[in-house]
């Protein structure tokens, strides 16, 4: 999490007295998400295009669904160079 938040892909969260992050339920389910991209093999870039696009609800599923196929080719191909 900290990383993400070095890189400016999350907003650094706010802290306790002691120290510990404090985290908005926004914030958990924005990190959820960028963990679950990445864990599906998405690149940084485009896990901040789809944050930043689901954040300002400034995108079609047309968009989404370009991301997500141009993904899933590139998936395709590197399956098909490891035959």
Do not use: P, W
Request: aromatic share 10%; hydrophobic share 40%; glycine share 4%.
């Amino acid at each position: 999490m900290r990383y993400y938040e070095n890189i400016g892909l999350v907003a650094a969260s706010t802290r306790s007295k002691a120290g510990h992050r404090l985290y908005t339920q926004a914030d958990i389910e924005r990190l959820r998400f960028a963990f679950r991209l990445r864990q599906l093999g998405f690149a940084l870039a485009e896990v901040r295009e789809l944050l930043t696009m689901t954040e300002s609800q400034s995108y079609s599923c047309k968009q989404v669904a370009e991301i997500a196929e141009n993904h899933l080719f590139h998936i395709h191909q590197k399956i098909d160079d490891l035959k």
